[in-house]
């Protein structure tokens, strides 16, 4: 009898640790075909897309497309019509989901009476971090965020761009696994949006996944490692950067060109004019020595040469108006 409860429990618990190990081992974000009805409005239509943990995934698209409503989803803060979401192995929204993610909406205040420390403290105590953790905790969220000099200031005498870094300070508070940031540089100075990146970087490199929400294309461009472009509901674009913006392009400042020379230059790649600019898309970068030589052998001077790739802005435009 004793032998095979023995045996039960050994069994039991090398199926927890399969588990453990398959959760540990999942997507940081699985989402497949999600929809989400509000009455006859269609938030969501068969949203699908995964987001590997350690990576720094940006989630773009214009106003109404569904961010806001994937980001409540995922933080348990509103229920799917139909499909599946999985936020770090388990459920989306369920206990052991949110106890591993940080969140730093895009609007939202402290009272100004309280000082940093005692916003951070009050959060240690939402998220039932042990009593013993939570100096620390909170030493290492004002330091991360640069704050540790004003920790007992009030709230009321920090700027947007301060209360920004403590909002950012309380969504790293209990080392999360998944933080996700709703226009974290907003509100920040060049310096501060400098900040940010760094400790997204620094997130990224400890393992961590960050899903970042925001209309400055620059930013993401600098910091994802893939992105997602929604459109009505649905991802119509993902994937890394490079895959994204596709092959580089060159710009030639020019003139004296005919048309029926400039026709003989398509075989480069698509040409674009622009007010005395000639631009040609997807074109091997090996072939603009190439392009130089003929349109000087068609009887074009050549004023600027300007190597590089379609901007991220560029293609979301693209995508959207493609859409």
Not at 61 to 86: D, F, H, I, Q, W
Not at 131 to 142: E, F, M, N, T, Y
Not at 149 to 177: C, T
């Amino acid at each position: 009898m004793a032998e095979g409860v023995a045996e039960s429990q050994v069994a039991d618990e090398s199926l927890l640790g399969s588990d453990a190990l398959a959760i540990s081992s999942s997507p940081a974000i699985y989402v497949s075909q999600l929809t989400k009805r509000y009455g006859q409005t269609l938030a969501l239509s068969g949203l699908s897309m995964s987001v590997p943990r350690g990576e720094v995934f940006g989630f773009l698209g214009p106003n109404g497309a569904g961010k806001t409503t994937l980001v409540k989803m995922l933080l348990g803060l509103a229920r799917p019509t139909s499909g599946e979401s999985m936020v770090l192995g388990s459920p989306a929204g369920s206990l052991d989901a949110r106890r591993q993610v940080g969140y730093l909406p895009e609007l939202f205040r402290y009272q100004g009476w309280l000082t940093a420390r005692e916003v951070l403290a009050l959060h240690c105590r939402l998220a039932q971090l042990e009593r013993s953790a939570r100096p620390d905790a909170i030493r290492g969220a004002l330091a991360t965020v640069g704050l540790s000099h004003r920790a007992d200031d009030r709230i009321a005498g920090f700027s947007k761009g301060m209360q920004q870094r403590l909002g950012l300070g309380v969504a790293l508070l209990g080392n999360p696994q998944l933080v996700l940031l709703d226009e974290p540089t907003s509100a920040l100075d060049p310096v501060g949006r400098h900040d940010v990146r760094e400790i997204v970087r620094g997130l990224r490199d400890q393992g961590v996944a960050v899903f970042l929400n925001s209309h400055l294309l620059s930013e993401v461009e600098q910091v994802c490692d893939r992105v997602a472009v929604v459109d009505h509901g649905r991802v119509i674009a993902t994937g890394r950067l490079a895959e994204l913006l596709g092959r580089p392009q060159v710009r030639v400042r020019c003139t004296g060109l005919a048309a029926e020379a400039r026709q003989g230059l398509s075989s480069f790649g698509k040409l674009v004019d622009d007010e005395g600019w000639l631009t040609v898309l997807a074109i091997d970068p090996g072939r603009v020595p190439d392009l130089v030589a003929a349109i000087v052998e068609a009887g074009g001077r050549i004023y600027a040469v300007d190597p590089g790739q379609q901007t991220l802005e560029e293609r979301f435009l693209q995508l959207i108006g493609g859409g």
